[in-house]
Nanobody, 123 residues
Framework: QVQLVESGGGLVQAGGSLGLSCVAS????????MGWFRQAPGKEREFVVG????????YYVDSVKGRFTISRDNAKNTVYLQMNSLKPEDTAVYYC????????????????WGKGTLVTVSS
């Protein structure tokens, strides 16, 4: 119903910056919010940041506040994640997600997932 394709992952030095993009296709009219999860090696997937499509309300986990910025371009069905001041602990596969639910909304329960893009931060 909704397909998500991430891009922009790669290798960056600690303290550097990297930008990720995610393009949604398919039934994009059903999307209520989008965001990003990440999964570091040996760890559970973690919600990182999300943004509502209509109201631009955002939510960031504490570990990335002040360093990561999510933005959107609804006309292009695209969300972006600008990551600054990257740390080695940010190394993970980053997954773009989309949410259809509007009631009983929970950032931790995404409805659609991209395949992920690897971000590696070297020390």
């Amino acid at each position: 119903q909704v397909q998500l394709v991430e891009s922009g992952g790669g290798l960056v030095q600690a303290g550097g910056s990297l930008g990720l993009s995610c393009v949604a296709s398919g039934r994009t009219i059903s999307i209520y919010a989008m965001g990003w999860f990440r999964q570091a090696p040996g760890k559970e997937r973690e919600f990182v940041v999300g943004i509502r499509r209509s109201m631009s309300i955002t939510y960031y986990v504490d570990s990335v506040k002040g360093r990561f910025t999510i933005s959107r371009d609804n006309a292009k069905n695209t969300v972006y994640l600008q990551m600054n001041s990257l740390k080695p602990e940010d190394t993970a596969v980053y997954y773009c997600v989309a949410y259809e639910t509007k009631y009983n909304f929970n950032w931790s329960k995404a409805d659609y997932w991209g395949k992920g893009t690897l971000v590696t931060v070297s020390s």
